[in-house]
């Protein structure tokens, strides 16, 4: 999926700075379909010749008795876009679209060690990119835009051979009542704001986000330094969640609404259950042993009806907002 713009380079010729322009003539008419060539200071690229300029220049009027004899540098770019080899190739896509008009199908160059590797053309560039944002969206989640299931399991895998690591399961508690009394739409917005907010907390700890689907995301690290995590997305949420609900149900702390058997119920607002597995204190040996320890921990966080996170190593902790709340009523 990290496809690096060293991957897709091709090769040009190179000619020194002091090459005279009756060389590069040459070359081009040699290469009918080459579009530039690299000006090199022994390996280092530091200019372009482009065969659109290039030809500009001396179609103009007294343009071939004033370069033709002449050295190159008068002709070439003396900033081309220049990128190394393992540079992605969305980061190079944006570098390109952002240069001067004139210079927007110019190869790109692409260096190794600080050496000329090779160039990159605007329509091999643009067809590589068209190629990952299509494997993307086949496994990113089409609501959050985060990693789906497929690269999940690969995660879990990868993580297995790790020292340290820690799984955080989170879904959201009553949701499926907050779509019935607020809609779809709501409800879609809601896991919008919750992904921010578990981006935000799960990058800033150097770790990985999935969306399982629906209200059920996935975040993986590779220490156990998790408690501060969990705490920080709970809070979070719980002030979030207040501005998707009316105030008196804010006020009463449910919603009434049908249950399976079609009876109406109080129902609690919806709240956030994180279920915490880390090898701290037992080794697991596949993903399977995981989702199993995983399913205990989410029955024990489904027991409270506050949101809160338990971690198999011991560890708990749950939001204070429903004390906080009774006191202000």
Same mark, same amino acid.
């Given at each position: 999926?990290?496809?690096?713009?060293?991957?897709?380079?091709?090769?040009?010729?190179?000619?020194?700075?002091?090459?005279?322009?009756?060389?590069?003539?040459?070359?081009?008419?040699?290469?009918?379909?080459?579009?530039?060539?690299?000006?090199?200071?022994?390996?280092?690229?530091?200019?372009?010749?482009?065969?659109?300029?290039?030809?500009?220049?001396?179609?103009?009027?007294?343009?071939?008795?004033?370069?033709?004899?002449?050295?190159?540098?008068?002709?070439?770019?003396?900033?081309?876009?220049?990128?190394?080899?393992?540079?992605?190739?969305?980061?190079?896509?944006?570098?390109?679209?952002?240069?001067?008009?004139?210079?927007?199908?110019?190869?790109?160059?692409?260096?190794?060690?600080?050496?000329?590797?090779?160039?990159?053309?605007?329509?091999?560039?643009?067809?590589?990119?068209?190629?990952?944002?299509?494997?993307?969206?086949?496994?990113?989640?089409?609501?959050?835009?985060?990693?789906?299931?497929?690269?999940?399991?690969?995660?879990?895998?990868?993580?297995?051979?790790?020292?340290?690591?820690?799984?955080?399961?989170?879904?959201?508690?009553?949701?499926?009542?907050? /779509?019935?009394?607020?809609? +779809?739409?709501?409800? #879609? @917005? $809601?896991?919008? &704001?919750?992904? =921010?907010?578990? *981006?935000?907390?799960?990058?800033?700890?150097?770790?990985?986000?999935?969306?399982?689907?629906?209200?059920?995301?996935?975040?993986?690290?590779?220490?156990?330094?998790?408690?501060?995590?969990?705490?920080?997305?709970?809070?979070?949420?719980?002030?979030?969640?207040?501005?998707?609900?009316?105030?008196?149900?804010?006020?009463?702390?449910?919603?009434?609404?049908?249950?399976?058997?079609?009876?109406?119920?109080?129902?609690?607002?919806?709240?956030?259950?994180?279920?915490?597995?880390? /090898?701290?204190?037992?080794? +697991?040996?596949?993903? #399977? @042993? $995981?989702?199993? &320890?995983?399913? =205990?921990?989410? *029955?024990?966080?489904?027991?409270?009806?506050?949101?809160?996170?338990?971690?198999?190593?011991?560890?708990?902790?749950?939001?204070?907002?429903?004390?906080?709340?009774?006191?202000?009523?």
């Amino acid at each position: 999926m990290n496809t690096y713009i060293g991957d897709i380079i091709e090769g040009v010729p190179s000619v020194s700075v002091d090459t005279q322009n009756n060389k590069v003539n040459d070359i081009f008419n040699k290469n009918i379909k080459l579009q530039g060539i690299v000006v090199v200071n022994g390996n280092i690229p530091i200019g372009l010749i482009s065969r659109t300029l290039f030809y500009e220049k001396m179609g103009s009027m007294y343009g071939y008795n004033l370069y033709m004899g002449r050295s190159v540098e008068l002709l070439m770019s003396k900033s081309p876009l220049i990128v190394d080899y393992y540079t992605s190739i969305v980061t190079v896509s944006e570098l390109a679209m952002k240069r001067n008009e004139e210079e927007i199908y110019d190869y790109l160059i692409v260096t190794k060690d600080q050496n000329l590797f090779g160039v990159v053309s605007i329509r091999n560039l643009l067809i590589t990119f068209a190629k990952i944002q299509t494997e993307l969206a086949s496994v990113l989640n089409p609501l959050s835009k985060l990693p789906g299931n497929s690269v999940i399991n690969e995660k879990l895998t990868e993580i297995l051979l790790e020292q340290q690591y820690s799984i955080l399961y989170i879904d959201l508690d009553c949701f499926k009542t907050y /779509n019935d009394t607020y809609g +779809f739409k709501k409800g #879609d @917005e $809601l896991l919008l &704001e919750l992904a =921010k907010i578990l *981006k935000e907390n799960v990058e800033k700890n150097d770790g990985f986000l999935g969306h399982v689907g629906g209200d059920d995301f996935i975040a993986i690290f590779n220490h156990f330094c998790i408690e501060a995590v969990c705490e920080s997305i709970i809070k979070q949420f719980d002030l979030l969640k207040n501005k998707f609900y009316y105030s008196d149900h804010i006020m009463k702390q449910y919603v009434i609404s049908e249950n399976r058997k079609g009876e109406k119920e109080r129902i609690p607002l919806v709240s956030i259950s994180i279920a915490v597995v880390t /090898n701290q204190k037992e080794n +697991f040996q596949n993903i #399977d @042993e $995981l989702v199993f &320890e995983t399913t =205990k921990m989410k *029955k024990i966080c489904k027991s409270n009806p506050q949101s809160c996170f338990y971690v198999n190593s011991g560890c708990c902790g749950e939001s204070y907002s429903y004390a906080m709340i009774n006191s202000m009523i």
